[in-house]
């Protein structure tokens, strides 16, 4: 046997390492009839994950005067954050686990808000579309390719269930604008762009040549640790697994990529009908090492020719020192108001998180969220004023920030289509997943999109789908 399978299946049953669960199963028998609220009526929405980001969420949804929250779900129940919440709309039922919020109550609910950590997304969302609930789940969709393709078939399969990527920008002012310069032939073959989050991450500055996993610790007695595993792999609780710290950990976050790349690619990745990339590239891993995302890295991604336009790299920038190429006529670096700030606090990048997009004939500087494109160099865009068409605004008396959920609850009444279905932007988060695997395994990616398939590396190939934890098969079969 060949010393590099001996390592690739070593590699393989330390990431399918679990501890055996029950968890609780909803029969597909419960499964409801979807039900559009009435255009007079509010949406009664359920919400899992109340804390930190989650509060972010539903003060956004309570702003839209269109939804009622009926239940609350959260695996930390008794933490200040979650108790804050739960003292500020007391009539909400409240729970711990999400099974036993639908057993109990499935009939009284709508939608259903997913705001867990990345690998907490897909069990919860999953199970809300088998019941016929609307869901809006926070980005990135799945953490794991398998999981993405799922959400997908579940689409399909259920057409009448409103689902929405919470990607703000989506609905702002960026996805119109850049939908409406497409269809003007403004931005039209382009051939590269550079993505790019330069801000401190939590992770920045930890020990890379970390040989483990963290130590166990004590459990908070308010936790129910098993349930916030969930399906991924079973670690010892560590307080540097939750309260956002997740987001450091290959086995249950997606890093700076799958946290900014969702409101930076989002746009071009939809408007230019990128797809899946046939090559992934890490060409460059600052602090490489198996458990934690790196310090600095630079992902290239190779996306094909598609019918008339030409193919197209995208490269990912992250890291403080680690910037593009910057072209000339950029213009000043400032911060822009339309992108809020990181869950640690303030920007404090030497580049405002963004990307610069390069055609044949134009170069566009762009940043996150709902912020526009700009025709550089100045002197290039105010040639081009005079042809530039009027960009339409999502309709709304709400402030912009708010369009996101108010498209969704409006889409759950039938009055709109959502902006960010889970068909759109379930195969933007495979791309990340992809990213990430790069990421991990410090290591150049082929990939078939016909087959699904890492057709060069076994050890990534099996990333693409790892296994669930025993006793959560169940929701892995649409």
Not at 165 to 178: E, K, L
Not at 228 to 241: H, L, Q, T
Not at 257 to 280: C, K, Q, V
Request: proline share 8%; glycine share 6%; charged share 20%.
């Amino acid at each position: 046997m060949k010393s590099n399978e001996v390592s690739r299946r070593s590699f393989i049953k330390k990431a399918a390492a679990f501890t055996v669960v029950t968890p609780t199963i909803i029969s597909t028998a419960k499964c409801a009839t979807v039900r559009p609220a009435a255009a007079n009526e509010r949406v009664n929405l359920a919400v899992c994950g109340i804390g930190n980001r989650g509060a972010e969420v539903i003060r956004d949804f309570a702003a839209t005067g269109l939804c009622n929250f009926v239940a609350f779900c959260d695996v930390d129940m008794g933490a200040p954050q979650t108790t804050r919440m739960m003292e500020q709309y007391p009539n909400a039922k409240r729970f711990q686990n999400f099974s036993e919020m639908f057993d109990r109550m499935a009939n009284q609910i709508d939608a259903v808000a997913v705001i867990t950590p990345d690998h907490a997304h897909y069990p919860a969302s999953i199970v809300s579309m088998q019941l016929g609930k609307h869901v809006f789940a926070e980005k990135p969709l799945g953490r794991t390719f398998r999981e993405n393709e799922l959400l997908i078939q579940a689409a399909r399969k259920y057409p009448r269930v409103v689902t929405q990527m919470c990607n703000q920008g989506h609905s702002g002012a960026n996805f119109f604008q850049f939908k409406t310069w497409m269809q003007a032939g403004i931005i039209k073959d382009v051939t590269a762009i550079t993505a790019h989050m330069n801000s401190p991450r939590r992770w920045h500055g930890w020990d890379v040549n970390m040989r483990s996993m963290p130590a166990g610790q004590p459990i908070p007695t308010t936790l129910d640790w098993n349930e916030w595993i969930m399906s991924a792999n079973y670690n010892p609780y560590n307080v540097d697994y939750v309260n956002g710290q997740w987001r450091c950990w290959y086995e249950y976050g997606m890093g700076a990529l799958g946290d900014w790349g969702a409101h930076i690619i989002d746009t071009a990745h939809r408007f230019l009908n990128l797809g899946m990339p046939y090559e992934i590239n890490p060409l460059y891993i600052e602090g490489h090492n198996p458990f934690f995302f790196p310090q600095a890295s630079t992902i290239q991604f190779r996306f094909a020719a598609r019918g008339s336009m030409p193919s197209c790299d995208v490269t990912w920038y992250d890291g403080v020192n680690n910037l593009p190429p910057i072209p000339p006529g950029f213009g000043v670096v400032g911060l822009d108001p339309n992108i809020p700030p990181p869950s640690t606090g303030t920007l404090t990048a030497r580049l405002n998180p963004g990307k610069i997009i390069y055609s044949d004939t134009l170069t566009f500087r762009g940043g996150s969220h709902a912020s526009t494109l700009s025709i550089i160099p100045e002197e290039k865009a105010r040639e081009m004023e005079s042809r530039l068409p009027v960009v339409p605004r999502y309709q709304s008396s709400l402030p912009e920030n708010v369009h996101h959920f108010e498209n969704f609850l409006k889409a759950c009444k039938g009055l709109e289509q959502t902006h960010s279905p889970f068909e759109i932007a379930a195969p933007l988060s495979q791309v990340f997943s992809l990213g990430v695997i790069a990421q991990r395994l410090n290591a150049r990616l082929e990939f078939n999109s016909t087959l699904n398939k890492i057709t060069n590396n076994r050890m990534a190939n099996d990333l693409l789908s790892p296994p669930p934890r025993k006793g959560w098969e169940q929701y892995y079969r649409i």
